[in-house]
T-cell receptor
Framework: NAGVMQNPRHLVRRRGQEARLRCSPMKGHSHVYWYRQLPEEGLKFMVYLQKENIIDESGMPKERFSAEFPKEGPSILRIQQVVRGDSAAYFC?????????????FGPGTRLTVT | SQQGEEDPQALSIQEGENATMNCSYKTSINNLQWYRQNSGRGLVHLILIRSNEREKHSGRLRVTLDTSKKSSSLLITASRAADTASYFCATDSVGSSNTGKLIFGQGTTLQVKP
């Protein structure tokens, strides 16, 4: 029973390029959360998605960031025109239900470095 | 705004000793969860405690929750070098659209010396 998969594990982008981060939830989970962790800090919620729907994007920066979770395939977090401040670890988590009281299972993260 | 705040920020103990970490939060919660993160790795879920529970145990872990003080503690007994990691509390707040999104604290870095 594979856990949450994220790829790539490490991603290096130059300023102005696009970054695409992928997350495959655990089997049977249709709820995905994305979090960002800046160096030496805790995780910050970005967006919560169900299949084909964005439910809560209150933590997403207003520009350059977008997320999707298509009917088929992994969830994608997309960052356009990356800047140095986007350098961080991005984690996704999946849950069997998108309500409180359920454990979220985290992937290993994608470490984005913007040069 | 920061919801959870862990105390202490860093803790160094000898193997075999107990480690206690505290977490305070600001708003009413549905539940509180503790996670462990080894350096450069993902998060591992440790314990979930609901707002109507006061104490939970799992192996060498004991978590308490005091909703009147808006605080929780994580106790690791008989610590081992392998417990060296960062520990985070995360809350699922009442009124957060009930989506289950978690608000994390800054974490406590625990070092267990062999």
């Amino acid at each position: 029973n594979a856990g949450v998969m994220q790829n790539p594990r490490h991603l290096v982008r130059r300023r102005g390029q696009e970054a695409r981060l992928r997350c495959s939830p655990m089997k049977g989970h249709s709820h995905v959360y994305w979090y960002r962790q800046l160096p030496e800090e805790g995780l910050k919620f970005m967006v919560y998605l169900q299949k084909e729907n964005i439910i809560d994007e209150s933590g997403m920066p207003k520009e350059r960031f977008s997320a999707e979770f298509p009917k088929e395939g992994p969830s994608i977090l997309r960052i356009q025109q990356v800047v140095r401040g986007d350098s961080a670890a991005y984690f996704c988590a999946s849950s069997p239900l998108g309500v409180g009281g359920y454990e979220q299972y985290f992937g290993p993260g994608t470490r984005l470095t913007v040069t | 705004s920061q919801q959870g705040e862990e105390d202490p920020q860093a803790l160094s103990i000898q193997e075999g000793e107990n480690a206690t970490m505290n977490c305070s939060y600001k708003t009413s919660i549905n539940n509180l969860q503790w996670y462990r993160q080894n350096s450069g790795r993902g998060l591992v879920h440790l314990i979930l405690i609901r707002s109507n529970e006061r104490e939970k145990h799992s192996g060498r872990l004991r978590v308490t929750l005091d909703t009147s003080k808006k605080s929780s503690s994580l106790l690791i007994t008989a610590s081992r070098a392998a417990d060296t990691a960062s520990y985070f509390c995360a809350t699922d707040s009442v009124g957060s659209s009930n989506t289950g999104k978690l608000i994390f604290g800054q974490g406590t870095t625990l070092q267990v010396k062999p």
